[in-house]
């Protein structure tokens, strides 16, 4: 109570803190609506009330996508350029966007504006950003890394590596070839048996080799053929009649050889 009784001089300039100040549509995170009433009284009892709402944005975006492509993802080898969509969410409006395509070590940015494909709300709490990104960008072969970046109208700096997970993948179009040494179409050897190699090479990774002759089935893995760098020697015994090998070769993004007959 002050000299001239009109107030309380401690309360003049008192400063209030609450960690959990009172709040609406918040995530678990504590980004979200809040509303912050104040009221003030007379001795006679009336009184005034004010309320201000804001908006509180800690951490900037969230990024994710659909369980389609994240099973892609998983999967890492494509044989077809992908096509995907991405979205972001934020409590807030987005300041600034980009999108960085990393292409076998070389960088290009684009302008996360130019591939927005909506913008809406959620929840009435949440701003969405859809962003997607079609098969042109990735028709070349060769190992991709793409990054989504922005910085929110609170100056909060998000990418989609730190809060979603790593978008890598490689794309894939050529099939593996085979290549037969010592061994040709049609040859006749008096042996009781025939040593011979396969050479097996593909652009990005192996899965498999596979060898048929009669009814006999070998398989090699990619992981063997990569430990020889793609060549095995193998020997074929003689038989009484003609005999006839296949071999195909299957990479890791499923593109199959032609089968190779001899």
């Known amino acids: 109570h002050s000299e001239d009784g009109f107030f309380d001089s401690e309360l003049a300039a008192k ?3 609450r960690k959990d100040a009172g709040h609406s549509d ?3 995170y504590g980004a979200g609506e809040r509303r912050f ?7 006679s009892g009336k009184e005034t009330w004010q309320e201000i709402r804001f908006s509180l944005n800690r951490y900037g975006s969230h990024y994710y996508t659909d369980p389609f492509f994240e099973r892609q993802l998983d999967a890492y080898y494509f044989s077809e ?3 995907f969509r991405i979205w972001e969410k934020n409590v807030g409006t987005l300041e600034f966007s980009q999108i960085a395509i990393n292409h076998d070590g070389k960088v290009k940015l684009f302008s996360g504006s130019d591939y927005q494909e909506e913008t809406y709300e ?3 709490r949440w701003n969405v950003f859809l962003y997607f990104l079609p098969d042109s960008l990735f028709s070349e072969e060769g190992r991709y890394s793409v990054t989504f970046y922005s910085v929110d ?3 909060n700096r998000t990418d989609s590596e730190g809060g ?3 978008i890598q993948f490689v794309v894939d179009h050529s099939a593996p070839s085979i290549a037969l040494t010592d061994l040709e179409d049609g040859g006749y050897y008096s042996e009781e048996s025939r040593q011979f190699s396969v050479t097996v090479l593909d652009n990005i990774r192996l899965k498999r080799l596979v060898i048929q002759c009669g009814d006999q089935h070998l398989e ?3 992981e063997e053929l990569e430990a020889e760098r793609g060549i095995c020697s193998l020997e074929l015994f003689a038989g009484e009649d003609w005999q006839k090998l296949e071999l195909w070769a299957e990479d890791a993004a499923g593109n199959r050889s032609d089968v190779t007959s001899v």
Do not use: N, W, Y
């Open 122 to 124: 959620l929840q009435k």
């Open 37 to 43: 009433s104040v009221c003030a009284a007379d001795r």
């Open 220 to 222: 090699i893995s990619g």
């Open 81 to 83: 350029a992908p096509s």
């Open 164 to 166: 979603f997970r790593p």
């Open 15 to 17: 400063t209030f803190k």
């Open 153 to 155: 109208a609170s100056g």
């Open 26 to 28: 918040a995530d678990d």
